[in-house]
Each structure stands twice: as structure tokens, then as C-alpha cells.
């Protein structure tokens, strides 16, 4: 005698199969939903502008290198230091250059801060050195920023 399966039984796997599959893609869809736009960063090729935050950058990160927080160095120190520097060679091209002035001192003192950070992680013997060069970098960067007529040129010119 032959048995007869109900076509129900045999239909209901794939049924299963197709709902549990289009209920996956409808999950994919909300997420794809849900994703964040942000607006890009405002861009500027103000010379005064890098200098400020490069400024502001130094004096909050410099104490990682005095301290001789070795294990920080790269993270809290050098990634943002080039992340600044690298913004601000992008941004203030060479055609800008005059507007730059005085205030490429403070990219400056950011490039000695960054050489002086990775002597002290090496613990090389031109330490000594590279730490005066950053200190006097610093301080023609505070001049620039405390006398912003003195060699600094309006960019909207």
C-alpha cells in the first residue's frame, strides 16, 4: 500500500524557510534605516585658526611628555599632533602662505613637540635638545599668538 503525504507536510519547510529569510532582510532594512548622517567638518584655510588649535593642543598634551608618560606618548601625543599638522598643510595650501606669517611658527613648535615626544619614547640622547627646541618653538608660538599684527596678515585679503 502507498502512503500519501499531505502536500502541507512537504510545502511546510520551505514556507518556514521563506518567512524566516524575508524576516532577516526586513531587519537589514531598519538598520540601513537608521544610519547617521553627520555634516562634514568646516573646512578653512585661516593660518589664525590652526594656530589657536595648535596652541590649545600643546598646552593640553605637553605635560604627557614631561611627565614621561611613555606608554601615552603615541596615543595622546603624537596621533593628534600629525592629525593637526597634517589638517593644517592641506588646508593652508603654499598659494595661502602669506596669510600663514608668523603663526608657522605654531606648526612649528607642533612638529618639535611631536620630534621631542618620540626622542623621550626612544629614550635618545638629543632629549635634552629636542626639548629646548620645543620650548623655544612654544614660546615664538605664544609671541604669534600674543601679537597677531606683527607679521600676521588679514586672510580675507
Not at 614660546?139 to 597677531?148: G, L, T, V
Amino acid at each position: 500500500m502507498i502512503t500519501s503525504t499531505p502536500k502541507f507536510l512537504i510545502l511546510a519547510p520551505f514556507i518556514l524557510t521563506l518567512a524566516s529569510i524575508s524576516g532577516c532582510n526586513q531587519q537589514d532594512q531598519n538598520k540601513a534605516d537608521k544610519v547617521e548622517i553627520k555634516a562634514a567638518p568646516t573646512l578653512t584655510n585661516d593660518a589664525t585658526t590652526y594656530a589657536h588649535k595648535a596652541w590649545e593642543l600643546i598646552n593640553q598634551i605637553d605635560s604627557v611628555v614631561y611627565t614621561k608618560k611613555i606608554d601615552q606618548i603615541d596615543e595622546e601625543v603624537r596621533k593628534p599632533l600629525r592629525q593637526l599638522s597634517t589638517d593644517w598643510r592641506i588646508n593652508v595650501k603654499m598659494t595661502d602662505s602669506v596669510t600663514e606669517g608668523k603663526y608657522a611658527l605654531c606648526r612649528k613648535a607642533l612638529t618639535s613637540l611631536d620630534t621631542w615626544a618620540r626622542e623621550t619614547k626612544e629614550n635618545s640622547a638629543t632629549v635634552t635638545q629636542k626639548q629646548a627646541d620645543y620650548e623655544r618653538d612654544k614660546s615664538q608660538c605664544k609671541d604669534a599668538i600674543a601679537n597677531p599684527t606683527l607679521g600676521n596678515t588679514d586672510p580675507k585679503r
